[in-house]
């Protein structure tokens, strides 16, 4: 029997001093936490949000400045994030309802966005996310807007258009589909289940090397790999996380058809819960506005934003399902309405429309 190898001086005294460093930041890492959970009382008597994204970017960021490295800036980020969530949590857990069950995208994007202390409530779709979010069972929702490779998620954009919930921040993934089964190989898979969205996502690939499988829209990537793994002959497609929730294989990876495949996710609330945040030097404004069905009445609803310099990120229409060939527009544009710029744009604008909202204006989120 071999013996294990030898244990050098020089990496003996190291693994000391990281034992030692260790008990450091957990003191320390404590001590942060009993702060967090006077700053907890002091919100409570006031009355003021628990969970303040600025001051969580306000904070990454300060980090970052002072960074000498050699971490990197990102992993720095991340680690802060768990650092302020568990801290969070011992004020007051925030409830964010996701689509569901484990292992989803919309799961791994409110991880990303208030770190993995957060209280998910999985939903079995985004009308339940709303829902939950407009009756309070939740405090946040995260529901999946736009895919870079097909284009928005229309039912989201049905939703907010009565939802009181508005938008407070984005979370941008890029998303790599996997296609996961009981077992190894593509041998005798009968049927995919996934997201509609994911199957469009990977009709090239399915094309190719499973044409003759049924493709089976579920309500959630990870619902379908929640089936998959109680039949063989079933296969979903799903996120690497998805695959270790369900002990399924990875059968091939990254199969969506575009290689850069990124999902923009939604931050919802209730205004209540937390109010428009205020700029930050880098912001969208959604809305959704519909005009008159009348010639020339959507080049009059643009021409504000030409004139006042407002430029805009994001046009998309969808039928207002009246029966009279008319349509609500979601725009989206760069800047916030407290710029004049914007403010005066927007204004003009509202005074063209028969119908106008205001989704949320909300800091741009990263790339992750």
């Given at each position: 029997m071999s013996q294990p190898p030898q244990q050098s001086d020089a990496l003996a005294r190291l693994r000391v001093q990281i034992d030692s460093l260790d008990a450091q930041l957990l003191?320390?890492?404590?001590?942060?936490?009993?702060?967090?959970?006077?700053?907890?009382?002091?919100?409570?008597?006031?009355g003021t949000?628990?969970?303040?994204?600025?001051?969580?970017?306000?904070?990454?960021?300060?980090?970052?400045?002072?960074?000498?490295g050699p971490l990197l800036n990102q992993h720095v980020a991340s680690i802060w994030r768990e650092i302020m969530s568990a801290c969070l949590a011992l004020e007051v857990p925030q409830r964010v309802?996701?689509?569901?069950?484990?292992?989803?995208?919309?799961?791994?994007?409110?991880?990303?966005?208030?770190?993995?202390?957060a209280n998910l409530i999985r939903c079995v779709s985004f009308d339940e996310v709303f829902h939950a979010t407009a009756a309070g069972t939740a405090q946040f929702g995260v529901v999946a807007v736009e895919n870079s490779t097909e284009g928005v998620v229309a039912r989201t954009f049905d939703l907010f258009l009565h939802?009181?919930?508005?938008?407070?921040?984005?979370?941008?993934?890029?998303?790599?589909?996997?296609?996961?089964?009981?077992?190894?190989?593509?041998?005798?898979?009968?049927?995919?289940?996934?997201?509609?969205?994911?199957?469009?996502?990977?009709?090239?690939?399915l094309s190719a090397h499973l044409?003759?499988?049924?493709?089976?829209?579920?309500?959630?990537?990870?619902?379908?790999?929640?089936?998959?793994?109680?039949?063989?002959?079933?296969?979903?497609?799903?996120?690497?996380?998805?695959?270790?929730?369900?002990?399924l294989h990875i059968v091939a990876h990254a199969i969506q058809d575009e290689a850069?495949?990124?999902?923009?996710?939604?931050?919802?609330?209730?205004?209540?819960?937390?109010?428009?945040?205020?700029?930050?030097?880098?912001?969208?404004t959604s809305l959704v506005v519909s005009v008159p069905n009348k010639p020339g009445s959507v080049h009059d609803m643009l021409t504000p934003l030409k004139k006042h310099g407002v430029s805009m990120t994001?046009?998309?229409?969808?039928?207002?399902?009246?029966?009279?060939?008319?349509?609500?527009?979601?725009?989206?544009?760069?800047?916030?309405?407290?710029?004049?710029?914007?403010?005066a744009a927007l204004e003009e604008l509202r005074s063209l429309c028969a119908f106008y909202k205001v989704l949320g204006a909300y800091p741009l989120g990263p790339d992750v």
């Open positions: 003191t320390l890492l404590n001590q942060r936490a009993r702060v967090a959970e006077e700053v907890g009382e002091l919100k409570r008597l006031e949000p628990f969970f303040r994204p600025d001051r969580v970017a306000q904070v990454i960021a300060k980090v970052q400045a002072t960074n000498p309802a996701v689509l569901g069950p484990g292992g989803t995208f919309t799961e791994q994007a409110a991880v990303e966005y208030f770190g993995s202390a939802s009181p919930a508005h938008i407070v921040g984005e979370v941008s993934l890029l998303v790599r589909h996997n296609l996961l089964r009981q077992t190894t190989g593509l041998e005798g898979i009968e049927v995919v289940l996934a997201h509609p969205q994911a199957l469009m996502q990977c009709q090239g690939w044409p003759q499988a049924e493709r089976r829209a579920v309500s959630s990537n990870a619902e379908g790999a929640r089936l998959a793994a109680g039949n063989p002959a079933w296969a979903g497609l799903a996120s690497e996380r998805a695959a270790a929730q369900f002990g850069y495949n990124r999902t923009r996710f939604a931050v919802i609330c209730l205004p209540q819960t937390l109010a428009m945040p205020a700029p930050s030097g880098r912001d969208c994001r046009f998309e229409s969808r039928p207002a399902k009246s029966g009279q060939w008319e349509y609500f527009f979601y725009i989206d544009i760069a800047g916030h309405p407290s710029e004049p710029h914007v403010k």
